[in-house]
Nanobody, 116 residues
Framework: QVQLVESGGGLVQPGGSLRLSCAASGFTFSYYAISWYRQAPGADRELVARVRENGAGTDYALSVKGRFTISRDNAKNTVYLQMNSLKPEDTAVYYC?????????WGHGTQVTVSS
């Protein structure tokens, strides 16, 4: 079955950096785009970044463009989200998502807290 396992979250000061990882299994990883979403308390889940199957095409939310970088390693079935210049408003649970066969699969998420 499809499994997505996020890791790398934690507490970081404003201006700091974190790298999130999403390890995937249960489908042909290289065939599908992978997305990172986040959900802050009391807010809707929002798209943060997406990487195409071949890794060459990426999209970002305006709020993170220039600070976050999404990448993938198809040999390791893993997607990364490098987050730099973090702000308190980046505090959220971060999830990865894939949609093979027209159905959405989500990981359980990893908490990112940006606070001094």
């Amino acid at each position: 079955q499809v499994q997505l396992v996020e890791s790398g979250g934690g507490l970081v000061q404003p201006g700091g950096s974190l790298r999130l990882s999403c390890a995937a299994s249960g489908f042909t990883f290289s065939y599908y785009a992978i997305s990172w979403y986040r959900q802050a308390p009391g807010a809707d889940r929002e798209l943060v970044a997406r990487v195409r199957e071949n890794g060459a095409g990426t999209d970002y939310a305006l709020s993170v463009k220039g600070r976050f970088t999404i990448s993938r390693d198809n040999a390791k079935n893993t997607v990364y989200l490098q987050m730099n210049s973090l702000k308190p408003e980046d505090t959220a649970v971060y999830y990865c998502k894939v949609a093979p066969w027209g159905r959405d699969y989500w990981g359980h998420g990893t908490q990112v807290t940006v606070s001094s």
